[in-house]
Every structure is written in structure tokens, then in C-alpha cells.
Nanobody, 116 residues
Framework: EVQLVESGGGLVQPGGSLRISCAAS????????MDWVRQAPGKGLEWVSA????????NYADSVKGRFTISRDNAKNTLYLEMNSLKPEDMAVYYC?????????WGLGTQVTVSS
């Protein structure tokens, strides 16, 4: 059974930093690209960042480029998102996403609140 479990969200002040994680299980994590996607209150899903299976190729939405860093530890089956210089508009539920062979898989998400 595929499981994606996000953690590390919380309350942070504007300009602060946070690292969120996604523990993956039930599939060959090291063989697949992974994404982070977020949903702000009252808005639709927004793709944030992607990383290839080996971790040497990454992509970012313009809204987070230069502030967020995606990474992975294939030995630990874990995906990370380091978020710096956080802005109020970054406040959202952040989801770990794997585009499986026939089905998309999502975690339950972790809430990131940016507020003073």
C-alpha cells in the first residue's frame, strides 16, 4: 500500500524558515520523480516543486524560486522541502505527490501558517 506522510508544518513568522518532510512507503521511491503541491485557503492546487528520481534535477514555480529547495534522501525514502524567506502568501496545506503508473497518490498534507 502506497503511503505518503507529510510532517513538519507549523506556524512561522514572515521571513522565517521551515522544513517539511514526506515519508514515502509502498513503492520504489528511489525510482520516481516526486512533487510538492500546495493549496492556499479558498484557492486551487498550486504546483510548487519537483525533483527527479536521483535528486539532481529540480524545478520550481516562479512564486517560490530562490526561496524554496526541494531535496530527497532515497536511503530514507523521504522527500523534503526547505522553505526560506516565507511570505504570508506561502500559507497553505502542502502535499507530497507521486504520479504513479496509473494513479496519482497524495499525502494528507501538512499545514504551513505564515503570520506574525
Amino acid at each position: 500500500e502506497v503511503q505518503l506522510v507529510e510532517s513538519g508544518g507549523g506556524l512561522v513568522q514572515p521571513g522565517g524558515s521551515l522544513r517539511i518532510s514526506c515519508a514515502a512507503s509502498g513503492f520504489a521511491f528511489s525510482e520516481y520523480a516526486m512533487d510538492w503541491v500546495r493549496q492556499a485557503p479558498g484557492k486551487g492546487l498550486e504546483w510548487v516543486s519537483a525533483i527527479n528520481y536521483g535528486g539532481d534535477t529540480t524545478n520550481y514555480a516562479d512564486s517560490v524560486k530562490g526561496r524554496f529547495t526541494i531535496s530527497r534522501d532515497n536511503a530514507k525514502n523521504t522527500l523534503y522541502l526547505e522553505m526560506n524567506s516565507l511570505k504570508p502568501e506561502d500559507m497553505a496545506v502542502y502535499y507530497c505527490h507521486w504520479m504513479g503508473k496509473a494513479v496519482d497518490y497524495w499525502g494528507l498534507g501538512t499545514q504551513v501558517t505564515v503570520s506574525s
